[in-house]
């Protein structure tokens, strides 16, 4: 039956959260973002504190797996973990991604990883390394190696932009078992910081999001055990098995997707909230009557501001809750990461203009709001990929008619 | 309110399933095959107002003690009935849901004994022609300060004013006017058949060819007591925050039809040796009219659900009409502009779809879910 | 020196054809919009007084090649003819295309004719036959042939999308001469209306320009005079020539599309004008003063589209002005080409909305102007083609690498 | 007027072209070589505003009975450098470019004795550091209506209120302050060194960072007689047009920054075995950057030459800022996509002109030709 508020349980959590958000988190916001790659300690409390929330939009709530259940519906982790995001975003995305123990590579370990994989690395705080020097968004064609050696695979390359690459204890690396097999070779494989041969090589400094790490890490012969990878390690050796084997290790962006695009939800919020603050202070308030010509622009902008947010926010919760409810939502899961990508930075920006002086200074967080949310349209995948992807489902064309 | 309903949900209930079929199975045939002659003629199938009693859509929310369904009304299966019968033409789909709104505004505000004066005629073999007279002709029109007024003068009542865009409205039997009483606020008056003053003309629009359109104009036209809905005076906020509803929902099942038409367009066209939609800026524009119409009828649905379970929707309708008819008019243009030349000629839909959903961001007052 | 008014010359005839296009087109507009395909009897008097004027926006003037000559300024007739094309279309964009005399197939042969042809069709009513059925952007893949028998050519083939296709007495006709050698063998022909062979088969119904007749026209067999020709009929045969070759059929296009560009900002003009009319009447004018936050949202939707219409115009003339003036201009003809149809469907469309009831009502001709305008961002290139030309000159890349 | 100036003409002087070589280089070496490395300090390179002296920017207009080149003051001229000096850098162009805007207005308004008295200063060996206050800390800042406010008191005046935003704030030796007069209109007034009740603070910002921005804060200041620019009042929308017109060219010069930046990238940057530029999204992006850049400029151009002719360019100024703003804005945020998450690195330069172009929707009052 068509609904489209969050439950009780929901909305509850995503009430405290921004609690949390409001005061544990916001009052370290400038700091953070002024002392670059210091590490924010005052955020061990709030991840020991959303440790005990079970399901508090961890990633590996995000990652839940659903069997579809006729007549059932349910609202679950990925639900869980949007309505999480967005919260603890509307605090501070820079803070929300250093938080120890919810890095993008809890939630792959949580997907694909065996039980024992799960187990052991509960309490883990992983990282996920993708992106190469070379490789951006053409993830198929990553260089990294693994070569299995006895026990022990042997992994060699250089990752970029590794999510708390530094804080983190643990590492999600994708890499191909042989690169002349193309991409159904590429697995990834769970590496514990500390392993000799991985090597954080640079940290990287970035125009918003600053409290978070962005690494550059090398694996130069760096030795792991052989049951370290995730799933299995045969390589399909007909196209159909190829596009599972690859699609698999992609699908992990169909569950992260949502959750990434539920942060542009939550900033675009805060923007909206303290532009909307500092606007009412001066008497101008969006009362939602009918105002005919009368109707301001900055009124008019506001509600243009809202809508496309409310529009964002139902798409990133449909495609969660189709993973709650088993249905593919690939397709869902890039729509709503290209909307809200794109939303995200519209908004942000915006909300500094009507401010004016405001909103450009570092008085107020309008200004850092609007460089933290640019990112949010790029990594897990830009706004153009997205696009391809959900063109290309639409339009039923592979990735070599459709470029 | 049983437990699995405080859910985020997006199931259709198994009525819902059933009803959308028919209405597809309808808007195909009924509704999208006439369209283009329909719009051509600048005129109604002469059966068609006739056929669509077999949907019973009037019929639905009147009480069975009235010779109606007596279904509880709902506004969300409302806006998915409009949706999918503007999938098959929007003009036409106004001229099958006009008397529903009629209806329901009956419901809303009407006394028992004008429900059931009014009501039954909507139950019987015979399509009975009734509208809502609501839009009026001026570029700075403000939905919320109408400027067609009455004064009560004696027992009665006499109206004065213009109005616009009415669907049916050329042949209407029963008019709901919507007015400004004069010091008391806004009200709805029953006009039955011709009164002296009150003079019609079918209009001529950009689109919305395939339904009448009426201006009407009230020069002194006087009312009786009776002829006042109610107790006198409605909730001019709620009532176009329900026509707001509607209106979306028309607008997401026109853009639909765009989408789909455009996706098969540019997968079977073929430009440089391979399909159009072989390139990213063809691709792209189809992938972004997939996902403002996802997000168009997800804020519709939000909205029409929390009317149905009687919360506050005000803001919700507020956005989603903004949010519709922005988007609306972006897929319509891009519609065309997929099929190039062929777009701007009429032997293709997209040109239609083009003109009819400029309408969103302009038709208030219709379709009352 | 920099200096972006019209000269006084230019400035008189646009003020003068502006006041034909108001009293001697517009009273027809709306009965030609809906008396489609009947001939516009009216315009042949514009028609004659047009051609009085010497180089009123003829399209002949439009193909004006000029040498550069350093430190002379010119302002020719590629600037008199985006002034003209303003003017008239702010008049009506559909009656404008239905004046005898001024088809685009006139615009080729002066462009690229000799003097016996230029001279001969001085006076004719030339279209302009390019698109077929199954070939639209993609002009090098026609499938039209002309085959060299004796002293004619024979043409056979199907072309659609033809400009005053039945109305005028000549055409001229894009065909190959050997397909199995590509775009260096197309070439084109100038057809006399009444040739055997040539025949209008259909005039298409459109929604926008009805005063226009838009033809199919077929050719079977269809025999002309070998000297009907326009220019070489040799085929390069490396690639050089080939592209020169080709590149100079296309050129046709740099001469063209600032016209046609001139055509949006003519229509969007005139919406503009009847809204902000419309509004007046309701007391709302543009008064341009500092209003801070008391701006209301439909002021600053005016604003919006008057420094669009601003902007488009500029770089129609800037296009214009360098044809005038010997500089190669095919980079800035797409810019213009692009801005200002993109702007034209935007402006008249809100101006739709803008006026609300009044907009969308044929009592006023608001909302035939976005019927009309939405071809112009489609023929003589859509929106998506010129913004591959111009990103293939910007990037440097051909059109087999950015396709 | 010659008869060649009444042509359309885009065609710059045999001078402005000498110049643009002049600006060009300085912009490159001076620049765009020292913006990253004090985008991160905070502040200008140390020697920056004496190095800017070479480029005699504020010389210019000055005539030469006062020390300067007496060369006619040129609106066009100066849309031209300040689009070069910003190709290099927004802030440190800001930086050279406000004592010219404070010479300008002194122009414009000063009394003879008033120019006499300051303008040798800005003539001298030295960087004469100068700048104007006009935008205030609120966010509904209204330019045509100053908050910040002077009354008479006896012979002077007594100032109070904000300003914000201001270029070389903090160490500027002379302040022309932007205030309503009470009773009277818009002023402009003195304000040199510390005065008491003057306080003064840097403030940080998204962008501009190259350059020093001041906060100040005016309690019951009291300026001599004296204080007041030229005859009390001053065009106040003539100022800020003026104003408008150097902000925009600002934005013209960084998105001409992006664009060959991005262009370079595109090409070289690979994916999926080709480089990024043959895929249309990307191409596409770099089309529109270039197309709209060009249209900014040649808004500009239009308005500054108007207001060289001593035309009325008021309603071209409107229009070239609001199009200038938001399509520096939608350039800066398609420069960072171009680039992905290289481009949201500070090793790059687009993540600079994203936060430095938000400005050109906020900076009024600074850069006046």
């Known amino acids: 039956m068509i609904h489209l508020e969050l439950s009780a349980q929901h909305q509850g959590l995503q009430d405290q959260l921004k609690m949390v958000a409001e005061h544990m988190m916001r009052p370290y916001s400038r700091k953070y973002d002024r002392e670059e790659h210091s590490e924010p300690v005052e955020l061990a409390e709030v991840a020991k504190l959303l440790s005990g929330a079970r399901g508090a939009g961890s990633n590996a709530a995000a990652g839940d797996k659903q069997e579809p259940e006729p007549g059932v519906v349910k609202n679950g982790g990925n639900l869980m973990s949007v309505t999480a995001y967005e919260a603890l975003c509307w605090g501070d995305v820079g803070l929300m991604l250093s938080m120890p123990g919810r890095g993008l590579g809890n939630a792959a370990i949580s997907a694909v990883g065996t039980p024992e994989q799960k187990e052991k690395y509960a309490d883990s705080y992983a990282a996920m390394c993708i992106t190469e020097p070379g490789v951006g968004s053409d993830s198929a064609n990553i260089s990294t190696t693994a070569v299995l050696d006895g026990d022990e695979w042997v992994i060699n390359g250089e990752k970029i932009f590794v999510t708390a690459g530094e804080r983190c204890d643990t590492l999600v690396v994708w890499a191909s078992l042989d690169r002349s097999k193309g991409k159904a070779a590429i697995k990834s494989f769970i590496v514990e910081k500390g392993t000799p041969g991985c090597e954080v090589t640079r940290l990287e400094h970035k125009m918003g999001i600053r409290a978070s790490d962005t690494a550059a890490i090398s694996f130069t012969d760096c030795r792991i055990p052989k049951g370290n990878i995730l799933g299995s390690a045969d390589i399909a050796d007909d196209e159909a098995g190829r596009k599972k084997a690859f699609g698999g290790v992609m699908q992990t962006f169909d569950n992260t997707r949502p959750p990434v695009a539920a942060m542009a939800i939550g900033v675009a919020r805060a923007a909206l909230d303290l532009c909307q603050e500092l606007l009412a202070k001066e008497g101008i308030a969006l009362d939602y009557a009918e105002k005919g010509v009368q109707l301001t622009a900055i009124e008019d902008e506001l509600y243009r501001m809202e809508s496309e947010w409310h529009a964002a926010r139902l798409l990133v919760r449909r495609a969660a809750w189709m993973a709650d409810n088993g249905q593919p939502n690939s397709m869902e899961a890039s729509m709503c990461k290209a909307k809200a990508g794109r939303m995200g930075n519209y908004v942000t920006l915006r909300c500094v203009e009507l401010c004016q002086g405001l909103g450009y200074s570092e008085e107020h967080l309008l200004e850092k709001f609007a460089r933290d949310s640019k990112i949010i349209d790029i990594f897990e995948g830009t706004q153009q990929i997205q696009l391809l992807i959900v063109a290309r489902r639409l339009l039923g064309k592979s990735s070599s008619e459709l470029k | ?369």
């Open chain 2, 1 to 369: 309110m049983s437990e699995s309903t405080a859910l985020f949900d997006l199931t259709l209930s198994d009525e819902q399933r059933m009803n959308q079929d028919t209405m597809r199975r309808f808007a195909s045939a009924e509704l999208r095959e006439q369209a283009r002659e329909a719009d051509e003629a600048g005129a109604m199938p002469g059966d068609f107002c006739q056929r669509s009693m077999e949907l019973g859509l009037a019929l639905m929310p009147i009480p069975e003690a009235l010779g109606g369904a007596g279904v509880p009304r709902s506004p969300v299966s409302n806006v998915l009935n409009a949706e999918d019968l503007a999938h098959g033409d929007m003009g036409l789909a106004l001229a099958a849901l006009t008397p529903l709104a009629v209806v329901n505004t009956i419901l809303d505000y009407g006394t028992e004994a004008q429900q059931e004066a009014l009501l039954p005629r909507f139950c019987g073999e015979e399509f009975y022609p009734a509208t809502i007279a609501f839009k009026e002709p001026r570029a700075t029109f403000n939905p919320g300060k109408l400027e067609t007024t009455a004064r009560r003068e004696g027992d009665g009542f006499v109206l004065n004013g213009r109005k616009t865009l009415v669907p049916l409205g050329v042949e209407a039997q029963l008019l709901l006017v919507i007015a400004e009483l004069e010091g008391e606020g806004p009200a709805a008056f029953i006009v039955e058949g011709e009164v002296a003053g009150l003079e019609r003309s079918a209009s001529r629009n950009m689109g919305l060819r395939t339904v009448q359109v009426a201006d009407l104009s009230f020069d002194n036209v006087a009312l009786p007591a009776s002829a006042l809905l109610g107790d006198g005076t409605i909730n001019l906020q709620r009532f176009i925050d329900l026509s707001r509803l509607g209106l979306c929902a028309l607008g997401v099942g026109v853009s639909r039809a765009v989408l789909e038409y455009v996706t098969e367009y540019v997968n079977e066209r073929e430009a440089f040796g391979e399909p159009i939609s072989h390139r990213q800026s063809v691709a792209f524009m189809v992938a972004d009219i997939a996902i403002e119409l996802d997000a168009m009828r997800l804020m519709v649905w939000q909205a029409a659900s929390r009317a149905e379970r009687g919360e506050d929707f005000h803001k919700d309708a507020v956005m989603a009409q903004r949010f519709c008819a922005d988007k609306a008019m972006e897929i319509g243009t891009n519609g065309v502009q997929l099929l190039g030349g062929h777009g701007f000629c009429r032997e293709h839909p997209v040109e239609m779809w083009y003109r009819n959903l400029r309408a969103i961001a302009i038709l208030d007052g219709v379709a009352t879910v």
